[in-house]
């Protein structure tokens, strides 16, 4: 388990290096450059402009240089935002990005299981009918669409939350980012539940449990649910990688001052530096949940650890 | 056919039936200002059946340019992908060895990067707006499932009798390839494909919802359904409108996918 984790560990670096590699020369080929939208300036102006940020040098030596630096943790200086570093720059959003994006992750699965249970266990109800197909909405569609939709029943026809006009440290403008986005992990979770706990209910064991008297309620969520539960873990990595890409959609859509604003204006005004950095946070985070989950997925199922 | 295929069908055909109809239905194209309806909710009076926007523009004729932009796109770009999938995971498959495990690791690879990035990544390739650059950034995410798939697949058909036959004949690998493997995978690679295609949509929405894809005067319902989201205090329409159609047309698509998998299922399991 230790060696099959370390090497798990080290097959990240490849993976890592091509990321930054290609975002850093595709980045470059764009056409346009970060001081585009400045006003007219001088040649010579200009060309103090980009020996300071060393565009002046060979794209090798940038790109040696911008590893050099990613080796001491230093993401280099945003090109649009004056004055500020692109790490102090993340920093500003990414608690409130991970706030979110983990409350909706933990919402899901809380929310996500018990459904999936109940649907398995009362298969036929009309309860458990109108569960999948609510289920199968939530997971056709995406947040850009339920975000507003949501932010116009709750928050404007019927002002339950706040909308709009964040404020730091009031909760109540954070309920319908997080319910949006958990909306369809929760619904992907519920219907992967219901799926596998069918398949456990019927079990050869589960019989033997039901025959020797035990109540029907030991048996599902003591003798059930544990084997139940793992393509469900399975999922957590991928999910918790899909929430903090979609904290971006979310952000947008209900004016929060997250990380994921930098991804995007960042692209628009070229902002190479600030670009990488995002793309590289984000990255390793998707990278490391995708870890987890694989390792998590060994220790729950013997069975996985061999291959 | 079962019921959800064919209302799921019945469903796609008229929604395409009305995107490519849409000149025909309204006076109203997706650039023309009215002003003297600006903002208005949806009405007959100046045929604006579904209202107008801030800058006066007829939602109906904008929210039918984009779905005929989604549709196009959706179709074409699976397309893509999915030619591109069939050449490398059945070429893997078949040949197998040290070229299989190099053209997978490529796969697995570029398969663990956040693809949202990659394509923010390409569209910044390309001048803001051009279609040819969503192509290829949702182009070159979109094959790795299908190569996966195909490659499964040329797997379990290398094995059979009928390729040992035509290997014995002498037919050369392009040729089983082509005439023995391709046509075998194809029913499996379809049911994904169609699969595909609301994915694709979902992704030139999000793409243009961000406001990295397409750009004005046209419209994509991502952009529509942004526009919206921020007039919809005043005028809910302009959100409802682009968001219904959207959600319908995904839930179509996904239903039909669905379908046809269970289908291929079945058959599958006759065999």
């Known amino acids: ?307 | 056919m079962s019921p959800g295929l064919r209302i799921a069908l019945i469903l796609l055909g008229a929604l395409a039936a009305l995107a490519l109809a849409a000149p025909w239905l309204t006076p109203w194209s997706h650039a023309t200002l009215d002003w003297q309806n600006l903002a208005v909710p949806p009405q007959l009076d100046a045929s604006h059946w579904l209202g107008t926007d801030r800058l006066g523009r007829d939602l109906f004729a904008r929210s039918m340019q984009a779905l005929r932009i989604s549709l196009a796109l959706g179709v074409l770009a699976t397309l893509v992908s999915v030619c591109i999938g069939i050449a490398w995971g059945a070429t893997a498959g078949f040949v197998g060895g040290r070229t299989d495990t190099l053209m997978m690791r490529f796969v697995d690879i570029v398969y663990a990067l956040p693809y949202v990035f990659i394509v923010i990544i390409l569209s910044t390739l390309f001048p803001r707006g051009s279609l040819a650059a969503l192509f290829i950034g949702i182009g070159a995410v979109g094959w790795l499932t299908m190569a996966r798939i195909v490659r499964g697949q040329t797997l379990s058909l290398r094995r059979r009798e009928f390729v040992d036959a035509a290997i014995a004949g002498g037919v050369r690998t392009r040729g089983i390839l082509w005439r023995h493997i391709v046509p075998n995978v194809i029913g499996t690679v379809i049911a994904y494909a169609t699969l595909t295609i609301p994915q694709v949509i979902l992704f030139e929405s999000f793409l243009s919802f961000l406001g990295l894809g397409v750009q004005e005067p046209y419209a994509s319902l991502g952009s529509l359904i942004n526009e919206g989201a921020q007039e919809m205090e005043s005028s809910p329409w302009m959100l409802l409108a682009p968001a219904g159609l959207l959600t319908v047309l995904l839930l179509a698509f996904n239903a039909l996918g669905d379908g046809l998998r269970r289908r291929l299922g079945q058959y599958e399991n006759e065999q």
């Open chain 1, 1 to 307: 388990m230790l060696v099959y984790t370390l090497r798990r560990i080290a097959g990240l670096v490849p993976t890592l290096f091509i990321l930054v590699t290609l975002s850093f020369f595709i980045i470059r080929l764009a056409p346009g450059g970060p001081f585009d939208q400045e006003l007219q300036v001088s040649p010579q102006v200009r060309a103090n402009l980009d020996a300071a940020y060393g565009f002046d040098q060979p794209l090798m030596v940038q790109y040696g240089r911008y590893l050099a630096g990613l080796a001491r943790g230093d993401l280099g200086p945003s090109l649009r935002f004056k004055d500020y570093r692109v790490t102090e720059l993340i920093a500003t959003g990414l608690p409130l990005s991970l706030t979110i994006g983990l409350a909706a992750a933990a919402l899901a699965f809380l929310v996500g299981v018990p459904l999936g249970v109940y649907a398995a266990r009362r298969r036929d109800s009309p309860g458990a009918r109108v569960l999948m197909n609510v289920s199968m909405l939530g997971v056709a569609l995406p947040g850009f669409v339920v975000g507003p939709l949501l932010a116009l029943i709750f928050g404007i026809y019927w002002p339950v939350f706040r909308v709009g006009g964040y404020e730091p440290g009031e909760p109540s403008f954070l309920v319908l980012p997080i319910i949006t986005l958990a909306l369809p992990v929760g619904a992907y979770v519920a219907r992967l539940t219901r799926d596998s706990m069918r398949d456990v209910l019927q079990a050869n064991y589960i019989r033997t449990a039901r025959a020797k008297g035990l109540q029907p309620r030991v048996v599902l969520w003591r003798h059930a649910l544990r084997p139940a539960l793992i393509p469900v873990v399975s999922y957590l990595g991928p999910a918790i990688a899909f929430v903090i890409t979609g904290s971006l959609v979310v952000e947008s859509v209900f004016g929060l001052p997250g990380s994921g604003r930098f991804l995007v204006q960042g692209a628009i005004d070229r902002d190479y530096s600030l670009v990488m950095g995002m793309i590289l946070v984000y990255g390793v985070f998707t990278l490391i949940c995708n870890l987890l989950a694989d390792l998590a997925y060994g220790w729950l199922d013997p069975r996985a650890r061999v291959a």
